[in-house]
T-cell receptor, first 116, second 115 residues
């Protein structure tokens, strides 16, 4: 069965600090997708990134970077030089291709607070 | 840019009443989903819908729930007899196809409050 674990429930950092949000997943599928979503206080889910299981290249997008390691079943998310606007709940999610409809299984989220 | 829309943004209902949550997916998308998020908790999959039938459903999606695509644009979630524990944010999502490269686009959510 699939599982996504975000062990960090809440993290607080001071503005301009770097912060890494951890995500560990479990799946029996060999083909799957991993995602990160941001949920700001307004409540919507904002897509940040998708990664497929065959692509372990790290990705950088501005201040955001993602580290995907199949050997440890982890897909960690780093924000460099954090800003107050980064304050949100961040969800990691897994989609198993073999299930057909590609439903998303979410972790419990990490609440990030950036203190000015 | 096309987006998924949901109405209403907030629905208050009394226990035992029926509610219908409405979603308009992105027009050329073929897969549709409902998820729910109880306040402060994770987002949970409810049901997926493809080709006018349920593709998959979770154990949360019991006989009290139903989905429908009554016309070419709307996708609805009906809860027949609401319970207090149905209070949550309900998110609709749509996806272009089952191809690997297509992600789900989420609507802004409907907050359901059952009193």
């Amino acid at each position: 069965a699939q599982k996504v674990t975000q062990a960090q429930t809440e993290i607080s950092v001071v503005e301009k600090e770097d912060v890494t949000l951890d995500c560990v997943y479990e799946t029996r599928d060999t083909t799957y997708y991993l995602f990160w979503y941001k949920q700001p206080p307004s409540g919507e889910l904002v897509f940040l990134i998708r990664r497929n299981s065959f692509d372990e290249q790290n990705e950088i997008s501005g201040r955001y970077s993602w580290n995907f390691q199949k050997s440890t079943s982890s897909f960690n998310f780093t924000i460099t030089a954090s800003q107050v606007v980064d304050s949100a709940v961040y969800f990691c999610a897994l989609s198993e291709v073999q299930t057909g409809a590609n439903n998303l299984f979410f972790g419990t989220g990490t609440r990030l607070t950036v203190i000015p | 840019e096309p987006e998924v829309t949901q109405t209403p943004s907030h629905q208050v209902t009394q226990m035992g009443q029926e509610v219908i949550l409405r979603c308009v997916p992105i027009s050329n998308h073929l897969y549709f989903y409902w998820y729910r998020q109880i306040l402060g908790q994770k987002v949970e999959f409810l049901v997926s819908f493809y080709n006018n039938e349920i593709s998959e459903k979770s154990e949360i999606f019991d006989d009290q729930f139903s989905v429908e695509r009554p016309d070419g644009s709307n996708f609805t979630l009906k809860i027949r007899s609401t319970k207090l524990e149905d209070s949550a944010m309900y998110f609709c999502a749509s996806r272009m196809d089952r191809g690997f490269s297509y992600e789900q686009y989420f609507g802004p959510g409907t907050r359901l409050t059952v009193t």
